[in-house]
């Protein structure tokens, strides 16, 4: 039996496809965590799994604007990453223009030409997506 260890946390439902692969779903923790696999044969070194905080998007403001796009829109919630093109917005998969992030709960981007008139907010970065309010 193969177990994967996430800090002090124990995997048992582990997928092996051969001596050197397995694959098991990391369970819920924070912070950054020793990964230990063990199997009959004995235990594996150490290496390190960082959980990253939940993505939430907060609020849009202003909620509305013209269907040609232009309107500066402030986002707010947490998890937004700060680096250059690291946290993208779209509107029913339309990307705003020129996202930047002063802080990790506030974004501003400009809202990109669209032709519907409400659509879902989503907000991605480079570790996890989530989705938004309608607008």
């Known amino acids: 039996m193969t177990v994967v260890n996430f800090g002090p946390n124990v995997v ?3 997928s092996c496809t051969s001596s050197t692969t397995c694959t098991a779903s990391s369970p ?7 990964v230990v696999v063990e199997t009959s044969d004995g235990t594996s070194n150490a290496l390190q ?3 990253f905080a939940p993505l939430v998007l907060t609020g849009v403001d ?18 937004f990453d700060t680096t250059p093109g690291g946290t ?5 998969q339309v990307p705003f ?3 930047s992030c002063s802080s ?11 032709s519907c008139a409400e659509g879902t907010v989503r907000f991605d970065t480079i570790e996890a997506t989530a989705f938004g309010q309608q607008s």
């Open 12 to 14: 048992t439902d582990v």
């Open 28 to 34: 819920a923790g924070t912070g950054t965590v020793d």
């Open 49 to 51: 799994f960082t959980y």
């Open 62 to 79: 202003p909620i509305s604007g013209p269907a040609s796009g232009g309107t500066v829109v402030t986002f707010t919630g947490s998890g």
């Open 88 to 92: 993208t917005f779209d509107v029913d």
């Open 97 to 99: 223009l020129d996202a």
């Open 104 to 114: 990790a709960t506030r974004c501003t981007a400009l809202s990109p030409p669209v």
